[in-house]
């Protein structure tokens, strides 16, 4: 039972230090959000479309380079298709 | 024209920030993957199941009480399903 007790006051732990982990994701989601709207309001000026093939390619480039695992670049992708996809949506 | 090549340096501007945001969104990630799997490993010995949607739940609650936007709590909720099935297939 100690053992019990003991496992679980080190799950409500790693779980206080993910919802740390999870609130600085969204403030750094926000401001990746900041800086799509304003991509998005210069884009009419340099006559480029909103959908940039190229771009998105250098995007999962750049996050292969900075993962050290232990996530794979697909798991990477996965996240980053939903990321993407709210990215598009998003309205300032 | 001048106008026009300001408008390009700005995005490129906007995109070297986009790249360092997602290094840090792919650096904490894999820290929350780590905890992911430190809870998983701890979980047989309190004998909780693997799925638990109370804490689903409160990790959706915890992200609304940190989000100062622009995006919404439904963006927020699109992107999390995708990380939570990541974290779920995770293997150390």
Redesign the interface.
Known sequence: MT??KD??A??EE??A???E???????????????????RG??P????GLYDPA?EQK?FE??AS??????YSD??R??Y???L??MK??R?
Chains 1, 2 share one sequence.
């Open positions: 053992n019990e496992a679980q080190q799950i790693h779980r230090r993910i919802d982990i999870d609130c600085q994701l969204v403030k750094l989601l926000n401001e990746r959000g900041e800086q799509s709207l304003a991509i210069l884009k000026q340099v006559h480029w771009r995007i750049n996050l900075c993962n050290d695992g232990p996530l798991n990477l996965e996240i298709e939903a990321i996809h709210v949506e998003l300032a």
